[in-house]
């Protein structure tokens, strides 16, 4: 595609329930990252994919956090059992190199836990 | 651990003013920095990547400066319209991830 394309865009969800964000990368790139804004904050890394194979998930805050690539392009970020705290702009980000090349960044996709 | 600072945090200049906007990172061993753009709810657009062995890198009205050893770098942006409000970042390569700064926060008032 054109760029890199996020799904919902905004998401309310109750406490205690899971969400599920898609990430379309821009067609060709190999390596994937996630990364979660909070207001008024630079974003911070949650995780990273190379291809299919997710090469660092150092930054994910719990192991309610989960993501997948399986095919090596499409990639959804889990939260299951979500809490507030949870509540920030999630972002995707592709590029075409390996590694932190030029990235270029999705729209965001904003979670409310409620 | 890299960090990545942006002084100030809010910047208000009326139209027509050169933009300076400020970067440094504690870890002088980079080989890029990147400069974005975010405008209030959407994500982030790339401006600028200089690469380690540049000193400077320009588009349009934009240019960024690097300087390693010291641990800088600036964005000037030349007679600034009420278009460019938005806020900046500037980031850094760290073990394989982007290392961002909180950003600059731009007002251009006509």
């Known amino acids: 595609g054109a760029g890199v394309s996020q799904s919902p865009r905004y998401k309310v969800a109750k406490r205690g329930q899971d969400v599920a964000l898609r990430c379309d990368p821009i067609s060709g790139h190999v390596s994937l990252f996630w990364y979660q804004q909070a207001l008024g904050q630079g974003p911070e890394f949650l995780t990273y994919?190379?291809?299919?194979?997710?090469?660092?998930k150092s930054g994910l805050p719990s192991d309610r956090f989960f993501a997948e690539r399986p095919e090596g392009s499409v990639s959804t970020l889990k939260i299951q059992r979500t809490q507030q705290e949870d509540s920030a702009v999630y972002l995707c980000a592709s590029s075409s190199r390996q590694g932190t090349g030029e990235l270029f960044f999705g729209e965001g996709s904003r979670l409310t836990v409620l | 651990k890299q960090e990545v600072t942006q002084i100030p945090a809010a910047l208000s200049v009326p139209e027509g003013e050169n933009l300076v906007l400020n970067c440094s990172f504690t870890?002088?061993?980079?080989?890029?920095l990147q400069w974005f753009r975010q405008d209030p709810g959407k994500g982030l657009t790339s401006l600028l990547l200089?690469?380690?062995?540049?000193r400077e890198q320009t588009s349009g009205r934009l240019n960024a400066s690097l300087d390693k050893s010291s641990g800088r770098s600036t964005l000037y942006i030349a007679a600034s319209q009420p278009g460019d409000s938005a806020t900046y970042l500037c980031a850094v390569p760290s073990w394989g991830k982007l290392q961002f700064g909180a950003g600059t926060q731009v007002v251009v008032t006509p």
């Open positions: 870890d002088s061993a980079i080989y890029n």
């Open positions: 200089i690469q380690s062995s540049q």
């Open positions: 994919f190379q291809n299919e194979a997710q090469l660092d």
